[in-house]
């Protein structure tokens, strides 16, 4: 089974950015689509962004024009670069992985931006 192993998460100020990774066990291009969800204290996970096998992105409205999903296939993981952020960025960031029949999470990296 496909392991998902997030990093890179951590404390800043706003304004600050941060570049969350997700390391895959095996190649990214065996899934459909790799996306980004997060979960703030006492909300809901929510979708934030993804990329799918043909390189597509999308992203959700709050994080558009701050937030970059990438990946490097070579290394197996995909990104978040995460600019100008806010404090209602704060979350737990988890990686999302899917193929046609199966959907696997990471166990989340925790993002805290401070005033």
């Known amino acids: 089974q496909p392991q998902l192993v997030e990093s890179g998460g951590g404390l800043v100020q706003a304004g600050g950015s941060l570049r969350l990774s997700c390391e895959t066990s095996?190649?990214?291009?065996?899934?459909?689509?790799m996306a980004w969800y997060r979960q703030a204290p006492g909300n809901a996970r929510v979708y934030v962004a993804s990329i799918t096998r043909g390189g597509g992105t999308n992203y959700r409205d709050s994080v558009k024009g701050r937030c970059t999903i990438s990946r490097d296939n070579a290394k197996n993981t995909v990104y978040l670069q995460m600019n100008g952020l806010k404090p209602e960025d704060t979350a737990v960031y988890y990686c999302n992985a899917n193929t046609d029949s199966q959907d696997y999470w990471g166990q989340g990296t925790q993002v805290t931006v401070s005033l």
């Open positions: 095996g190649s990214i291009l065996r899934f459909n689509r």
